[in-house]
């Protein structure tokens, strides 16, 4: 599906210049959008013609009337020609490359030569030089914005960023986000890598069952597997996607060692430990790489943390959890007309991903409340899992232990609250808010949020769609890195 961009700047760029140097014949007011925007002096209007212009320009581009020079573009590598007949003022003012480049050459031809991908869609480029909009699919948004950065098309480049940043959900058949994380990395937009990088850690179940997660890159692989922020429904889960890129990659020995030494083994239970040992090719090939880290994960899951502290250094990365969305680490949670009242509910987690502590449980409970004050301006004396409602407040949410129990001692219980919504025609994480505290709240919880509206980017079919996690921490034993 096409989509037409506006990016936040306007969707048509008004050539002023032009419309002296081009508009051959006046425009009649009969047919063209009479606009009243607002009353001027003297009861004056503005009467806005512009739609009419563009499609004087459009039909300029295709007619080639009052050509004066023709772009020859050369697709590398092969014997293919696209002409393109063309105007120097319109090409000039928007590019200042191409101004450059027909200063230069006093010839009616202006020869360019592209690779394959961009010579595709070098007529799209040229249209949006005289129209100011432009259609773009999912797979001509690399190629689009390498023209619009080698031709130095400013407004387009960003244009296309945003678009890409918008639409990293969107359904493709091979998947895009990789590609445009690869894309991003080469050319050094920071925002746009940071932007697929974390839809990747976010939705990466789904992306492990996609066929994207074969192209992902020995770099990229990398530097998703040491992030502590990635969704996913367990560590075995994480090591068999990896198993499965290995086998279909190939990569250096290398690559794979330092990939197998980002698993976090700790996280995994010792019977699909004592199973990959025995089963899986890539653990039995490279085992002496990681023996240190399953001794480890053995002993961690043998004693207590405590007691396995006094002799060994668990202060490591592989007993930090990620976010799990296993039911033994949370649970999901949806909210019918979260702005109608105030809603709780209760479940279950283990209290720690030690062998010594995973049989043992946790109950918590959850309140959500769509109008709620801050605790910084609750009265003392209100009770912390009762919310303060007012008209002007907005939505929150607590999750506390129901029980207290000496086995929570060197425990810290991370929260996360996981917001899922449909973008692009699937579900994703829109949203990912964390707080640490067993007594604190998410501060800043949907606060940029309108639930009211029923097309709430947040909401689906009315609804809020949730998912809780609790992450344990021995936080006196181990330090956690993201």
Same mark, same amino acid.
């Given at each position: 599906?096409?989509?037409?961009?506006?990016?936040?700047?306007?969707?048509?760029?008004?050539?002023?210049?032009?419309?002296?140097?081009?508009?051959?014949?006046?425009?009649?007011?009969?047919?063209?959008?009479?606009?009243?925007?607002?009353?001027?002096? !003297?009861?004056?209007?503005?009467?806005?013609?512009?739609?009419?212009?563009?499609?004087?320009?459009?039909?300029?581009?295709?007619?080639?009337?009052?050509?004066?020079?023709?772009?020859?573009?050369?697709?590398?590598?092969?014997?293919?020609?696209?002409?393109?007949?063309?105007?120097?003022?319109?090409?000039?003012?928007?590019?200042?490359?191409?101004?450059?480049?027909?200063?230069?050459?006093?010839?009616?031809?202006?020869?360019?030569?592209?690779?394959?991908?961009?010579?595709?869609?070098?007529?799209?480029? =040229?249209?949006?030089?005289?129209?100011?909009?432009?259609?773009?699919?999912?797979?001509?948004? =690399?190629?689009?914005?390498?023209?619009?950065?080698?031709?130095?098309?400013?407004?387009?480049?960003?244009?296309?960023?945003?678009?890409?940043?918008?639409?990293?959900?969107?359904?493709?058949?091979?998947?895009?986000?990789?590609?445009?994380?690869?894309?991003?990395?080469?050319?050094?937009?920071?925002?746009?890598?940071?932007?697929?990088?974390?839809?990747?850690?976010? !939705?990466?179940?789904?992306?492990?069952?996609?066929?994207?997660?074969?192209?992902?890159?020995?770099?990229?692989?990398?530097?998703?597997?040491?992030?502590?922020?990635?969704?996913?429904?367990?560590?075995?889960?994480?090591?068999?996607?990896?198993?499965?890129?290995?086998?279909?990659?190939?990569?250096?020995?290398?690559?794979?060692? !330092?990939?197998?030494?980002?698993?976090?083994?700790?996280?995994?239970?010792?019977?699909?430990?004592?199973?990959?040992?025995?089963?899986?090719?890539?653990?039995?090939?490279?085992?002496?790489?990681?023996?240190d880290l399953l001794f480890l994960a053995f002993q961690f899951h043998s004693a207590s943390p405590v007691q396995l502290a006094k002799y060994f250094d668990v202060n490591c990365s592989i007993f930090t959890p990620?976010?799990?969305?296993?039911?033994?680490?949370?649970?999901?949670?949806?909210?019918?007309?979260?702005?109608?009242?105030?809603?709780?509910?209760?479940?279950?987690?283990?209290?720690?991903?030690?062998?010594?502590?995973?049989?043992?449980?946790?109950?918590?409970?959850?309140?959500?409340?769509?109008?709620?004050?801050?605790?910084?301006?609750?009265?003392?004396?209100?009770?912390?899992?009762?919310?303060?409602?007012?008209?002007?407040?907005?939505?929150?949410? =607590?999750?506390?232990?129901?029980?207290s129990s000496p086995d929570f001692a060197g425990v810290s219980f991370q929260k996360t609250v996981i917001v899922t919504a449909r973008q692009g025609g699937k579900m994703v994480v829109r949203h990912v808010y964390?707080?640490?505290?067993?007594?604190?709240?998410?501060?800043?919880?949907?606060?940029?949020?309108?639930?009211?509206?029923?097309?709430?980017?947040?909401?689906?079919?009315?609804?809020?769609?949730?998912?809780?996690?609790?992450k344990p921490l021995y936080h006196s034993l181990i330090v956690a890195r993201k």
């Open positions: 599906m096409a989509h037409t961009y506006e990016g936040g700047i306007p969707a048509r760029v008004y050539l002023g210049t032009l419309l002296v140097a081009l508009c051959f014949h006046p425009i009649s007011v009969g047919g063209a959008a009479l606009k009243q925007e607002v009353a001027l002096e !003297n009861g004056a209007t503005t009467l806005n013609h512009s739609m009419a212009m563009v499609l004087r320009m459009e039909g300029l581009l295709a007619q080639g009337n009052g050509s004066d020079v023709a772009l020859r573009v050369q697709t590398v590598n092969t014997d293919e020609v696209k002409v393109i007949q063309a105007h120097t003022l319109v090409l000039s003012l928007q590019s200042e490359v191409f101004e450059e480049l027909l200063l230069s050459h006093n010839a009616s031809t202006l020869v360019l030569r592209e690779p394959a991908d961009c010579a595709a869609v070098f007529d799209k480029f =040229i249209r949006y030089l005289y129209c100011g909009d432009i259609s773009v699919r999912l797979d001509q948004a =690399i190629p689009l914005h390498k023209l619009a950065s080698k031709y130095r098309v400013w407004s387009l480049q960003q244009g296309l960023s945003q678009y890409m940043t918008g639409h990293l959900s969107s359904d493709s058949p091979t998947g895009h986000v990789v590609g445009w994380y690869q894309y991003a990395m080469q050319i050094g937009d920071a925002n746009l890598m940071d932007s697929c990088l974390q839809y990747l850690s976010w !939705n990466l179940s789904s992306v492990l069952q996609s066929g994207e997660w074969g192209s992902i890159s020995d770099d990229l692989l990398l530097s998703l597997m040491q992030r502590s922020d990635l969704i996913l429904q367990s560590e075995l889960e994480l090591y068999e996607a990896l198993e499965a890129w290995i086998g279909q990659n190939q990569p250096a020995g290398l690559t794979v060692e !330092n990939a197998l030494r980002q698993v976090r083994y700790g996280m995994i239970p010792p019977q699909h430990l004592f199973r990959l040992q025995k089963q899986s090719p890539v653990m039995l090939k490279y085992y002496e790489s990681i023996r990620r976010n799990y969305l296993s039911p033994s680490w949370g649970s999901p949670w949806v909210i019918n007309n979260p702005t109608r009242d105030d809603r709780s509910f209760s479940f279950q987690t283990q209290l720690g991903p030690s062998g010594s502590d995973a049989s043992k449980r946790v109950t918590w409970n959850a309140l959500f409340s769509p109008r709620w004050l801050p605790l910084s301006v609750r009265s003392a004396y209100t009770n912390e899992m009762q919310a303060t409602r007012t008209d002007g407040g907005r939505p929150r949410i =607590i999750v506390t232990p129901a029980t964390n707080f640490h505290q067993s007594t604190e709240e998410a501060g800043d919880f949907l606060v940029d949020a309108d639930l009211h509206r029923r097309v709430s980017e947040y909401l689906i079919d009315s609804s809020l769609y949730l998912h809780v996690v609790v």
